[in-house]
C-alpha cells in the first residue's frame, strides 16, 4: 500500500479509530525518541570513557563550550537557491544573514527552530529564515562542528 493510499484510508476511518490511530502514533514516536536517547546516551558513556570527555564546575568554561563556533561551507546548490531567492526577495538577504548569525552562535535558538529531518530527508536538518523560507543542511561526521548548507528555500520547495 502506497502512502497516498494511506492516507485515504485513514480518512475514511470513523472518527473513534483515527483517535485510536493517533494515539498509536504518538506512542511510536515516544518509544522512537527513547531508542534515540539511549542511543545518545550510550555514545556519550563511550566518550567518556575514551576520556573524550572533560568535567569542570567552571561556568565560562562551560559556557564558551556550549558555543557553537560553527564553520559553514555554502554547497553550489545552496548559492544557486541563495541567488534565487533573495533576487525574488529582495529584504531576504539581510534576514539570512542575522539567521546565520544565531545559527553560529547557538544552533538550537529558538528563532531558527532547528529541528531533523525526516523522510527521504533523513540525516539532514532544517533552521528557518523566515515565516516560510528554510535552510537545509547537514553536519558533516568528521568535525560536528562544520555545517554544509544544502538548499534555500519556501517550506514547500525544500520539503
Known amino acids: 500500500m502506497s502512502y497516498t493510499e494511506l492516507v485515504e484510508a485513514i480518512q475514511h476511518l470513523p472518527f473513534e479509530q483515527k483517535q485510536e490511530l493517533h494515539g498509536l502514533i504518538s506512542r511510536y514516536l515516544i518509544e522512537e525518541r527513547r531508542e534515540e536517547i539511549l542511543e545518545n546516551y550510550q555514545l556519550s558513556m563511550k566518550e567518556l570513557e575514551s576520556g573524550i570527555l572533560t568535567f569542570t564546575d567552571d561556568l565560562s568554561k562551560l559556557r564558551e563550550k556550549m558555543r557553537s563556533s560553527m564553520e559553514i561551507k555554502f554547497s553550489s546548490s ?70 554544509l548548507l544544502i538548499v534555500m528555500g519556501t517550506h514547500d520547495e525544500v520539503y
Open 78 to 147: 545552496f548559492r544557486r537557491s541563495f541567488r534565487k531567492q533573495t533576487r525574488e526577495h529582495a529584504q531576504l538577504e539581510a534576514s539570512f544573514w542575522e539567521q546565520l548569525e544565531l545559527f553560529i552562535e547557538n544552533l538550537f535558538h529558538p528563532a531558527l527552530r532547528t529541528h531533523r529531518l525526516s523522510g527521504k530527508l533523513k540525516g539532514l536538518w532544517s533552521f528557518s529564515i523566515c515565516y516560510n523560507m528554510r535552510v537545509v543542511s547537514t553536519f558533516l561526521k568528521e568535525k560536528p562542528k562544520r555545517a
